[in-house]
């Protein structure tokens, strides 16, 4: 049995996030986007990759960045992953020369598999739900119906998660990850890590029954 890897985006303290990881989340998301109610500096979010245990991977996630801001960060936080969630290009992506997720916001005319194709060195697809000028964390859902099977990349689901409907996500798109950040918390920013267990217990339920149905 594969349970789908969790991550908990948005985190902005050590204490939080070591929770977070306690409770079962593989990796933590740590926002360097300005606007974001979640976001972080690279001074807190050392200390935050500083304290994480052991297999719990961090990702810093950037919303077309400015590529010097990108490398400043990069010289102080030692991320696992980079998380691109703008308009970058495959080339912008693979500059920095670190491991990377592109995530894309669905439309009814988004083509995945070809985003794929143009991004296919990256370690997977995170999808999320489109919503005009803003680049995520919106907490809306999209259909899950537009999602292909046959995507060459692993697909990593976000977009208006919550505990109450991560089991029907994992049993109906059996994604290789599931991204929450608001769907977990008491406000903007402030993580309800009650919401953070359920979830975690919530989505590796689903994966069970759903192998025992197999």
Same mark, same amino acid.
């Given at each position: 049995?594969?349970?789908?890897?969790?991550?908990?985006?948005?985190? &902005? =303290?050590?204490?939080?996030?070591?929770? !977070?990881? &306690?409770?079962?989340?593989?990796?933590?998301?740590?926002?360097?986007?300005?606007?974001?109610?979640r976001c972080v500096d690279?001074?807190?979010?050392?200390?935050?990759? #500083?304290?994480?245990?052991?297999?719990?991977?961090?990702?810093?996630l950037f919303v077309d960045?400015?590529?010097?801001?990108? *490398? =400043?960060?990069?010289?102080?936080?030692?991320?696992?992953?980079?998380?691109?969630?703008? =308009? $970058?290009?495959?080339? %912008?992506? &693979?500059?920095?020369?670190?491991? %990377?997720?592109?995530?894309?916001?669905?439309?009814?005319? /988004? =083509?995945?598999? $070809?985003?794929?194709?143009?991004?296919?060195?990256?370690?997977?697809?995170?999808?999320?739900?489109?919503?005009?000028?803003?680049?995520?964390? /919106?907490? $809306?859902?999209?259909?899950?119906?537009?999602?292909?099977?046959?995507?060459?990349?692993?697909?990593i689901l976000s977009g208006?998660?919550?505990?109450?409907?991560?089991?029907? #996500?994992?049993?109906?798109?059996?994604?290789?990850?599931?991204?929450?950040?608001?769907?977990?918390?008491?406000?903007?920013?402030?993580?309800?890590?009650?919401?953070?267990?359920?979830?975690?217990?919530? #989505?590796? *339920?689903?994966? !069970?029954? !759903? /192998?025992? $149905?197999?």
């Amino acid at each position: 049995m594969v349970f789908p890897r969790v991550k908990i985006c948005g985190l &902005r =303290d050590v204490e939080t996030a070591v929770a !977070t990881a &306690r409770l079962g989340a593989d990796a933590i998301g740590l926002v360097f986007y300005a606007p974001s109610p979640r976001c972080v500096d690279a001074t807190a979010a050392a200390r935050i990759v #500083a304290a994480l245990p052991a297999f719990v991977s961090s990702v810093g996630l950037f919303v077309d960045a400015a590529p010097d801001y990108v *490398r =400043d960060v990069l010289r102080q936080v030692p991320l696992d992953l980079l998380q691109f969630h703008g =308009d $970058e290009s495959p080339e %912008y992506c &693979r500059q920095f020369g670190r491991p %990377y997720i592109k995530a894309l916001r669905v439309k009814p005319d /988004t =083509d995945l598999v $070809e985003c794929a194709k143009r991004y296919h060195d990256a370690r997977g697809l995170l999808v999320d739900a489109y919503v005009p000028g803003v680049p995520g964390g /919106t907490g $809306e859902a999209f259909d899950w119906a537009l999602l292909p099977n046959d995507l060459v990349l692993p697909l990593i689901l976000s977009g208006g998660l919550h505990p109450d409907n991560v089991a029907q #996500a994992v049993e109906q798109v059996r994604p290789w990850a599931l991204d929450v950040s608001s769907g977990v918390e008491l406000s903007k920013g402030v993580k309800d890590l009650a919401r953070v267990a359920a979830f975690i217990r919530a #989505a590796h *339920r689903a994966a !069970t029954e !759903t /192998t025992d $149905e197999r």
